[in-house]
């Protein structure tokens, strides 16, 4: 799928680099022209000038990111070589001592820069005015590439206006600047917002990153056109009055589109408000596209015959394009061979379980997730879902393989004629997933099947092979994302096909009870090939109704009372490290945070690497 997709944008911007050097070399044209239905007049020379400007200005911000993505991906083969050369190496290596050592130089890079939240440690727990959710603090790394952003749109914005000239010509040129600039962010704006962003998979970089970014573009697009609008406005009044510009409004079609377009845009900013966001994220999300639709629509109107308008095209084909590609996953791995069924099965602690049978399954991953649509429940939702374990996947024919079983042809033949099966477990929530949890109930076994729409594979971009010691803490119901991990480790190990040497699993939960999501995935790895030999679990349980809840039923499987010192435990897997250390976590902001502090304090002293799962929309 990505392949499809960089294609098409292989295909798209190329054009737009040559729409932005011919209109350069031929004198250009403004992103309004000043010279329509009553706009200030300017003279020929002042309105080439600043038709070349615009659109120079407007090549340096396609410049610059394409700069930046050059530089990311430059960072990320070194990155992935790196650990590919340390997972070969130590395949046959039980000390890993070299891998063990860090490089100080980067090791201060990721505590100060990378790994390290704005301010002091907090970055994944949510910020909370009384009810009201203020959103997440980004790390210091995303907190200087915005600013960083932020910065080259506003310098652009106001690079060689000419404002010792006459205060019209000054807004004139402000006005086309700041719409041009704000019609070119769109490009960026519409490819970060995308599930099927090629950069993800090319740069390794999550989509919830690149959802923050997205939310930021949208952003400086409302101030640019903001700007634009006001600069407008104020030349009007400047030169004929409110009343003047009344009659625009009534009147002048270039006026009121794109007025109605900038109102658009300040209502996406408003309803986008995480507060908002987050507390109807469903009428949100349906809202959100419609003022899209509408913004895009008088903008496509007030853009009429000039380049920026061209560079609006180039967006909406893109967006278009990555819709479709949506569309067309969804339809192929739901519909046809008897549809896509999923089985709702009641678990403890307000959790259900679904197990997908799909019309077109893929090989499956740890680490990846999957859009999520229950027509019964809700057609026009769809919600992401990390996958918990696969059944009859191309995967377990690779490990039966790799263990020395032979596959005859009847096993080849009856895997193809059973539908492979996807599972995942939902904790019962506001919305969607209490909808879905009310179905199974209404259920007299707690178990019901309904037809469902799946969109995906995405995510699956982290791999813990390289490293000789892994440690994975999973917090409720962030166990899902990571016993495929666990499950991966422990065949690798077995297999002699990765580095790793010690694999630690910390899950903490509110009961015991919760042990039930994924006893019989859990009892599966448990029985696995020399899993002793390499995993331990650790089960903290932080409100236990008795101390006879709390018993631990072996030596690699121990359970305790209360919530975990994360720093104590790491500590004392690093002191018995096994090269490279790689610490993961999926959880609650909390936990994810005690976990990216007591990584940080460890940089410098051993070479500990940090991943975090989390879908902070």
């Known amino acids: 799928m990505y392949r499809n997709v960089i294609n098409m944008y292989a295909l798209v911007l190329p054009t737009l680099a040559t729409l932005a050097l011919a ?27 600043a038709a070349v400007d615009n659109t120079r200005f407007a090549r340096y911000t396609l410049t610059v990111l394409a700069g930046i993505v050059v530089l990311l991906g430059i960072f990320r083969v070194v990155i992935h070589s790196v650990r590919y050369i340390r997972t070969l190496t130590c395949l046959n290596n039980d000390t890993q001592r070299y891998f063990k050592m860090p490089n100080l130089a980067y090791g201060a890079i990721k505590q100060h820069l990378l790994y390290a939240p704005l301010f002091r440690r907090r970055h994944l727990r949510e910020l909370h005015f009384g009810w009201f959710h203020l959103g997440y603090i980004p790390t210091r790394f995303q907190s200087l590439f915005l600013a960083a952003v932020i910065i080259m749109n506003v310098s652009l914005s106001v690079s060689g206006i000419e404002w010792n000239g006459t205060r019209a010509a000054a807004l004139s040129h402000l006005r086309n600047r700041t719409g041009t600039l704000s019609v070119i962010n769109m490009i960026p704006l519409v490819v970060l917002a995308g599930r099927n962003n090629p950069l993800i998979g090319l740069l390794s970089i999550s989509f919830d990153n690149f959802n923050l970014v997205h939310r930021w573009f949208g952003r400086i697009v409302v101030l640019q056109a903001l700007a634009h609008s006001i600069a407008e406005m104020m030349n009007v009044v400047d030169r004929g009055g409110w009343t003047t510009m009344q009659l625009l409004f009534q009147n002048n079609q270039l006026f009121w589109t794109g007025l109605i377009a900038t109102a658009a845009f300040l209502a996406i900013v408003l309803q986008a408000s995480a507060a908002l966001r987050h507390a109807f994220y469903e009428t949100f999300l349906h809202l959100h596209i419609t003022l899209v639709i509408l913004s895009l629509v008088f903008l496509w109107k007030h853009l009429d015959n000039t380049l920026p308008q061209k560079y609006l095209l180039i967006m909406i084909l893109l967006w278009a394009a990555e819709h479709s590609i ?21 678990l403890p602690g307000d959790a259900c379980r679904v197990t997908l049978k799909m019309a077109r399954p893929w090989v499956f991953q740890p680490g ?13 939702t769809s919600h992401p879902f990390s996958i918990a374990w696969s059944n009859s996947s191309a995967d377990d024919k690779n490990q039966d393989s790799e263990k020395g079983y032979q596959i005859t042809p009847d096993d080849i033949l009856s895997s193809s004629q059973e539908k492979a099966s996807m599972s995942l477990i939902i904790r019962r929530r506001a919305g969607f997933t209490d909808k879905l949890f009310e179905k199974a109930e209404r259920s007299p076994s707690g178990i019901t099947t309904v037809s469902a729409l799946v969109e995906g594979p995405y995510g699956g971009l982290a791999s813990l092979q390289s490293y000789g010691t892994v440690m994975i803490f999973a ?7 990571q016993v495929p991990f666990v499950r991966d480790l422990v065949a690798g190990y077995a297999s002699g096909t990765l580095a790793a040497r010690k694999v630690v699993l910390v899950w903490v939960i509110q009961s015991p009870e919760h042990l039930e999501w994924i006893r019989p995935w859990m009892t599966t790895i448990l029985a696995m090939d020399k899993r002793r030999d390499i995993l331990r679990i650790q089960l903290f349980v932080t409100r236990p109704r008795s101390t006879k809840e709390i018993h631990s039923p072996s030596a690699t499987v121990q359970m305790f009372p209360g919530k975990p010192n994360v720093d104590t435990l790491i500590e004392m897997e690093a002191e018995n490290q096994i090269g490279a250390m790689g610490v993961s976590v999926c959880g609650t902001g909390g936990l994810s945070d005690d976990v990216r502090a007591a990584v940080r304090r460890r940089q410098g002293v051993r070479n500990i690497d940090f991943l975090e799962q989390g879908f902070t929309w």
């Open 368 to 380: 990846q997730y999957a859009f999520i649509t229950v027509p019964s429940v809700g057609l026009w």
């Open 326 to 346: 949506r569309l067309a996953n969804l339809l192929y791995r739901s519909v046809g061979r008897g549809g896509t069924k999923a089985e709702l099965e009641l």
């Open 23 to 49: 209109e350069e070399t031929s004198g250009g044209k403004p992103s309004i022209n000043p010279m329509r239905k009553g706009g200030h007049q300017e003279t020929p020379a002042q309105r080439a000038a």
């Open 475 to 481: 917090g409720g119901v962030g166990i899902t994302h």
